[in-house]
């Protein structure tokens, strides 16, 4: 089963909010977009998407695939490695899940 399936919320978060036009929607970093999420989606939304990025990453896959699926099956345009002191996918994942719960 595709990730988009397994995990339809975190699909239509990400291709949604971290679509080809992130930046010019939201600003230069990930935490506005983040911020712009937040602001948009109920507390139940958001702790659905944190909670299904928290199962999305208890698969076992290594860097390499985790980011492969992040792009190309659920429509993410933003690369952490990219970023200004980048991070990996995983951790970069993490940090979303946690600003999701900060949040509520």
């Excluded at 896959?61 to 970023?83: K, M, W």
């Amino acid at each position: 089963m595709a990730a988009r399936d397994r995990y339809p919320g975190l699909h239509r978060f990400l291709a949604a909010y971290f679509n080809e036009d992130w930046v010019v929607i939201s600003g230069p970093t990930w935490q506005h977009v983040a911020e712009d999420f937040c602001h948009d989606a109920s507390v139940s939304e958001r702790c659905a998407v944190a909670d299904q990025i928290d199962a999305f990453l208890a698969d076992p896959r290594d860097e390499a695939q985790l980011s492969d699926v992040v792009f190309r099956d659920l429509g993410c345009y933003y690369d952490p490695s990219a970023a200004a002191g980048g991070s990996g996918m995983r951790a970069w994942l993490r940090q979303l899940a946690q600003a999701m719960r900060l949040s509520t």
